[in-house]
C-alpha cells in the first residue's frame, strides 16, 4: 500500500488549506487511516484519525474545531481541511494507515511521503 499525501503550501494566518492523501490500494472498513504533523526539532504529533467503515472521526485538542477529516471510500481518498490556520500549524503533514483505532506514531504500518504546510504571520 502506498499512500500519497498532497495539497500543502503557503498561506497566512487565517487562510485555508486541505491536504489529501490517496492510497494506491483499497482501504478495508476496518481501517483508520490518520493525520500527523511534524515541526521542525519537534516529534510527530497526532492530529486526527477516521475510522474507514463508519467514518468517525477523532481529533487531537490542538485542532479541534478548526480541522475536519472525510474520506471518499469510491477514490480510496481522505481529506483534512484546515481553517484558521496559525504559525503553530506549520509543519510537514503526513497521512497514514493503521489496522485499527490508533493515534500514536508506532501503531500506523503505512505512511505517506509528508507535505508541507507553512503558515506565515
Known amino acids: 500500500v502506498q499512500l500519497q499525501a498532497s495539497g500543502g503550501g503557503l498561506v497566512q494566518t487565517g487562510d485555508s488549506l486541505r491536504l489529501s492523501c490517496v492510497s494506491s490500494?483499497?482501504?478495508?472498513?476496518?481501517?483508520?487511516m490518520g493525520w500527523f504533523r511534524q515541526a521542525p526539532g519537534k516529534e510527530r504529533e497526532f492530529v486526527g484519525n477516521?475510522?474507514?467503515?463508519?467514518?468517525?472521526?477523532y481529533y487531537a485538542d490542538s485542532v479541534k474545531g478548526r480541522f475536519t477529516i472525510s474520506r471518499d471510500g469510491a477514490k480510496n481518498a481522505m481529506y483534512l481541511q484546515m481553517n484558521s490556520l496559525t504559525p503553530e500549524d506549520t509543519a510537514v503533514y503526513y497521512c497514514?494507515?493503521?489496522?485499527?483505532?490508533?493515534?500514536?506514531?508506532?501503531?500506523?504500518?503505512?505512511w505517506g511521503q509528508g507535505t508541507q504546510v507553512t503558515v506565515s504571520s
Open positions: 490500494s483499497r482501504i478495508f472498513s476496518s481501517a483508520v
Open positions: 497514514a494507515k493503521a489496522l485499527g483505532f490508533a493515534t500514536a506514531p508506532p501503531e500506523f504500518n503505512n
Open positions: 477516521i475510522r474507514w467503515g463508519h467514518g468517525r472521526v
